[in-house]
């Protein structure tokens, strides 16, 4: 199914050629975090922008920690080439918990296009991804599988070469060729 025939059936809206808003890198890529309670190791990046209503939007992008040696044996962290994509409202991020925002289909598009933006950015700075995970928030599941279809067709029309399909926990999983 086409991106302007699921726009259509979800919303009316038949303009897919959405600019992306201005957004900029907060703090340094690929930050090792550990995990107070766990001691797990993860590896994020952030990103911010703000909607033409003032609302702040955060983007994070997490990779698996693989271990590398450097010269001297010592033991360095590096990013997996998976990464998990998880945005929303600063508010939601700050509170992990993500809810439909529910401002419109063209602000939608106009957010998921600064989504796609940072994840190119990102991808081009650090080389070696090959797969991209994320899910959707909605009020119920009929709502997130409209919004699946929706950001799916999206990728698609992005990462054109890529397969786009569904992860083990039901959000999209996207292979890049």
Not at 159 to 176: H, I, M, R, S
């Amino acid at each position: 199914m086409k991106l302007r025939n699921i726009l259509k059936e979800i919303g009316g809206v038949e303009d897919t050629s959405t600019n992306a808003y201005p957004y900029k890198l907060v703090g340094k890529l690929n930050k090792v975090n550990t995990d107070r309670e766990t001691d797990e190791l993860s590896i994020e990046t952030r990103y911010t922008f703000k909607t033409s209503d003032g609302e702040r939007y955060v983007v994070v992008i997490a990779t698996e920690v693989e271990v590398d040696y450097n010269d001297d044996y010592d033991e360095i962290y590096v990013p997996g080439s998976e990464i998990s994509i998880t945005f929303g409202t600063a508010d939601q991020v700050k509170s992990d918990e993500y809810t439909a925002t529910n401002k419109g289909l063209k602000e939608a598009l106009k957010v998921m296009a600064t989504v796609v933006e940072i994840t190119k950015d990102y991808m081009n700075k650090t080389g070696g991804i090959n797969t991209i995970k994320f899910s959707a928030a909605g009020k119920d599941s009929d709502n997130r599988l409209k919004k699946h279809k929706m950001y799916n067709a999206y990728v698609k029309k992005q990462f054109p070469n890529a397969v786009v399909d569904a992860n083990e926990y039901g959000g999209t999983k996207v292979t890049l060729k």
